[in-house]
């Protein structure tokens, strides 16, 4: 997936990123420092996590990120949905 581009400001992104991932069920923040964000995602079957991380481009003015499971081999695409439903939300925010 492409980065997600964002306009104004890296803290001003962040805080706007924050508050998406906060909201799904289930995450955790582990990790929250200027420029970079970690987040798990545990399952709600079988209580497996993955583990995502942002990383915020203040010049080029884009959110670079990966997830992937902990564990395992193949997550049935919940990473790359996962990840597509917070850009989408992203972008909606405004």
Do not use: I, Q
């Given at each position: 997936m492409s980065p997600i581009?964002?306009?104004?400001t890296a803290e001003e992104a962040q805080?706007?990123?924050r508050s998406i991932v906060r909201r799904m069920p289930r995450s955790e923040v582990s990790a929250d420092r200027p420029g970079y964000l970690a987040v798990s995602?545990?399952?709600r079957v079988f209580g497996f996590v993955d583990?995502?991380?942002?990383?915020l481009d203040g010049e080029g003015?884009?959110?670079?990120?990966?997830?992937?499971a902990r564990t395992g081999y193949y997550d049935f695409?919940?990473?790359?949905?996962?990840?597509?439903r917070i850009?989408?939300?992203f972008r909606e925010a405004g």
């Open positions: 581009p964002f306009r104004g805080e706007k990123l995602f545990r399952s583990d995502a991380e942002f990383v003015r884009e959110v670079h990120f990966r997830s992937g695409g919940v990473n790359r949905w996962r990840m597509e850009a989408r939300a």
